[in-house]
């Protein structure tokens, strides 16, 4: 059973940084891809970014690009997202997942990490 563990969340000033952790419990073909995504109340959750374990190659939404950046460290199993200049729009809870690479559909779901940003 794969799992994914979010940490890294919390209360944080606009302007400020912010550092999400994803833990992945199996790195197999079936969890290759992991990407971020991000629900803020009463909205759709959105797509962040994604990275592969195999080559590290990186996806990311046009809204985040230049503030956020997705890592990873296949030793530890873990995938980062290391987001800066944060704007109160970015409070949502943020989840990561995980897929087969290739195929469009997120199989594995974390619980989620909360972030807010304050004004």
């Known amino acids: 059973q794969v799992q994914l563990v979010e940490s890294g969340g919390g209360l944080v000033q606009a302007g400020g940084s912010l550092t999400l952790t994803c833990a992945v419990s199996?790195?197999?073909?079936?969890?290759?891809?992991v990407g971020w995504f991000r629900q803020a109340p009463g909205k759709e959750r959105d797509f962040v970014a994604f990275?592969?374990?195999?080559?590290?190659?990186?996806n990311y939404a046009e809204y985040v690009k230049g503030r956020i950046t997705i890592s990873r460290d296949n030793a530890k199993n873990t995938v980062y997202l290391q987001m800066s200049s944060l704007k109160p729009e970015d409070t949502a809870v943020y989840y990561c997942?995980?897929?087969?690479?290739?195929?469009?559909?997120?199989?594995?779901w974390g619980q989620g990490t909360q972030v807010t940003v304050s004004s």
């Open positions: 990275i592969t374990w195999s080559g590290g190659s990186t």
């Open positions: 199996q790195r197999t073909v079936s969890t290759d891809v």
């Open positions: 997942a995980a897929r087969i690479f290739g195929k469009p559909k997120y199989d594995y």
